[in-house]
């Protein structure tokens, strides 16, 4: 019963179940409303919803001139509303989405089922020869195939101003993303602003002032993407990746040595300091306060042990835990105890692959991500089979680039193509496209990652049997072209056009 | 008696000679002038200098705050103006700037070298620690060392915006690029819009209204660009890559068949009708008069035979033409009337290697231009030994895309490597960067050309000798940043910041 009809819309990404027919409402931008059901258990104070109406309204007749919008005049074949019905109760969890006569009804559990079916239908207007907004009857039933839908930006190896990060939030809300992984700091610069050790970034930061993120930024981000449905979670990661947290916080960092004495230069945290951890337990729980998701990223990937290596207090205190020449064991030693001082603040936790890999000892909620290409399917074999949940961002490192479509081998990656159990394949609560900043800033970040994170999008919400990439190429197309109508400067997929070109530059 | 002092300043493309000291001047936004040399032949009527001065004030001076630009007192230190002296009078054509007290003097032969030299001036001013504009005493004598330096944009497979067009010629003259290679119409989309034969964009362009680039947009271009000493060479491209033009030109192109009847599909301009070779005099006395450049693109590349060889009259015409089954001579055929068309309108005409390649009678002042990468440097040494003139792009097609800094691979070609005498080297008048257009659009076009080409432009316009990629890549970061300030998305060459980081999204 999936009769597409692709010439006239082209939802992205594809519903779960899809039905529509010939019949076309019309839809006057004059008089059509987005409404809260009767029955819905939200009304107008519900702030999420009020302002996705009309972010969704200004979506579908926003470009409209004035006298358009005044037209009063309601036809009987005019498709008069959309109710959204807030239901409360989750038994399947499913969604539904039926335009028909007189009023459409949108159907959802709770608020951010809601904002996706919005964006939903806001994709099934479509505009007629004449220029008129059509809206054929449909039903659709929706649900995410993964829950944790990610996109992760690197604001450290360039700063991204925040106009750049909230016009990634509303690329990502139009392709139903619902994590937004920030990976906030790292080697190059420290732009987070901390009110505990304001250092860090006055230190830290490419510049104090201008390419910082302030508490007021920071808010704001998160404020952003709560309206569309994002969590953001934030990655402190350590102990390595660390060097620009060492200008601002005195022995934090490990002294190198070059052959008895200090080279000058830092290695990962110092992990054998009381010290260390002490402010590890201050930072933390200021984290733990300024962002509200659950769960905060703690990193944990790609440490250098050549600078422990060198430095005679680590190799002695090597020798006294017993660690012999395995420092790993010694990497392994410095996450147990940051796990246990972020577990104190209540937080889960996610962390790169190597630290369930080096035996650290998890929290049972812990969430692995994998990410190293090379062996993925083992990887995700052996987290899920240790019972860990996890999420696959190995496929989609959309930092490298290569010429042609490169959009259709993210599109064809299978995340439960591993060997393992029903039960394991339970544990892959989803995936997260991850561009990283080494080449990205605010010049070309956006159209480089949009359309093609939108391959994984799909690859995260559809089902699993919605693989043609034929059928995807013909809805991307409109897709992109749907982004850049709306601002978003997304790449084009090919030779080709859209009805209303990028207007910025 | 090189002294760059590459903290303070970036020149990009490196002059011929360089000379500063530690001396510095301050230059004061509210009385600093740029101004008419006494002798120079030029003066307040050349609305090119006129219009580069306010350009380049603008430039070093508009993110100024107005109190900073009103302070009208003058130091003893300070720069009071730079004196542009246009001679007239070409010797060796080396232009000089001298930067000293109580002025700085441009001496240019005429109004081109004193664009360049006006964008020499500007990248000399930086600010200081105070955010004061200083500039440090100078003589740079300079000229370029290829006479064509290009840029090929491709408005076909993607209509380009004026606006995107516009900021790209804006980019071009900051890195001394003067030739815009507008490679306007191909196969997808016919943009064009002729006086001639408007059907040809009215049924050839994506839109007839919004994607064409009507009268007044070429002369905008061309007028834009001129006043940016940039040649507008358009590239109207026969036989092959014209399946736009069929849309609004009857009988134009080949009838390809399937066996004995039209399957319907066309190939190349049909090369056996009077009709053709009529319509392209028509055409091309159109184009001679709307772009005043002296040279046209005829273009001649990739043409496909398959639709000539499956046509009947095509095949009687090549045996009443003793051409046997070889259709290069068919192609040739055409080309050759296509070319006379074209030399009695005056102009002197550029095509791709395959024109020459295939035996073609060339006029003289033909420019034959190398784009296979494959066996480049022989072709280099044939055309030049047939005493034509060449330009070299076949190592700068920048639509192909890798991860990592492919700017170097740009920067490291050497056009002059091939075999030949030094009457065959002087042949080669420079090159072009083509970003063809089947991945790029508004979104994207800006931050993918540039910086790479930049690495192109220093290449066409420098010494041989400066091949240093470590000292380019130090001054090639503050000129991307510079770009950026200016209001060009060019994207980084790797992590790191701008002062001021791009503004739009």
Redesign the interface.
């Known amino acids: 019963p999936f009769v597409l009809q692709l010439d006239e819309i082209s939802l992205w990404p594809l519903p779960q179940k899809f039905q529509s027919s010939a019949v076309a409402f019309k839809l006057s931008p004059g008089s059509f409303q987005i409404v809260h059901a009767k029955q819905s258990s939200a009304g107008p104070s519900c702030s999420i919803l009020v302002n996705a109406f009309r972010r969704y309204f200004e979506y579908m007749f926003g470009d409209l001139k004035k006298h358009e919008k005044s037209r009063k005049k309601v036809y009987d074949s005019d498709l008069a509303e959309l109710q959204v019905w807030i239901t409360s109760f989750c038994s399947l969890c499913v969604d539904e989405l039926s335009v028909d006569e007189p009023s459409a009804v949108l159907k959802a559990a709770n608020v951010w089922g809601a904002l996706r079916g919005l964006e939903t239908f806001s994709q099934l207007v479509y505009r007629d020869d004449y220029g008129a907004n059509n809206i054929n009857k449909t039903d659709i039933s929706d649900f995410p195939r993964f829950a944790h839908r990610g996109i992760l930006l690197d604001s450290s190896?360039?700063?991204l101003?925040l106009?750049?990060i909230l016009?990634n939030l509303e690329a990502m809300a139009m392709n139903k993303f619902n994590v937004f992984h920030w990976h906030i700091v790292d080697d190059?610069?420290f732009p987070y602003m901390s009110r505990t050790f304001p250092d860090l970034s006055q230190k830290g930061a490419?510049?104090p002032f201008?390419?910082v993120y302030t508490p007021s930024d920071v808010k704001m981000v998160i404020e952003f993407a709560r309206m569309r449905g994002i969590r953001v979670i934030p990655e402190f990661d350590t102990p390595g990746h660390t060097q620009s947290w060492g200008n601002g916080q005195l022995n934090l960092l490990t002294p190198c040595y070059s052959g008895s004495s200090p080279s000058g230069t830092f290695g990962p945290v110092n992990p054998i300091l009381n010290s260390s951890y002490d402010f590890m337990t201050q930072f933390f729980k200021e984290i733990s306060t300024v962002f509200p998701d659950a769960y905060i990223h703690l990193g944990g990937d790609e440490v250098d042990f050549s600078c422990w290596k060198s430095n005679p207090d680590i190799k002695k205190f090597m020798v006294q835990q017993g660690f012999g020449t395995d420092y790993s064991k010694l990497e392994s030693f410095y996450i147990q105890r940051l796990l246990d001082i972020v577990a104190a603040t209540k937080k889960g936790y996610m962390v790169w692959q190597e630290v369930f890999d080096n035996g650290v000892k998890l929290k049972d909620d812990t969430v692995v991500e994998v990410w190293i290409g090379n062996k993925m399917e083992e990887e995700l074999q052996n987290v899920t089979g240790a019972g860990f949940t996890t999420i696959l961002s190995a496929p989609w490192y959309l930092?490298?680039?290569?010429?042609?479509q490169d959009w259709q081998r993210y599109y064809k990656v299978e995340p439960l193509n591993f060997p393992g159990t029903d039960a394991q394949k339970k544990l892959v609560i989803g995936g997260e496209a991850c561009l990283w900043?080494?080449?990205?800033?605010?010049?070309?970040l956006?159209?480089?990652l949009w359309p093609r994170a939108s391959a994984v999008a799909e690859r995260l919400w559809s089902d699993k049997s919605v693989t043609d990439v034929g059928n995807a190429y013909k809805r991307l197309v409109q897709h992109r072209c749907r982004m850049?109508k709306r601002?978003i400067?997304?790449?084009?997929l090919?030779?080709?056009?859209c009805?209303q070109?990028?207007?910025?530059?």
């Open positions: 190896r360039h700063f101003p106009k750049v016009a190059p610069s490419y510049h201008t390419h930092d490298y680039i290569s010429y042609g900043g080494e080449y990205v800033d605010a010049t070309n956006t159209p480089r850049v601002g400067p997304a790449e084009p090919f030779v080709g056009h009805r070109e990028y207007m910025g530059l």
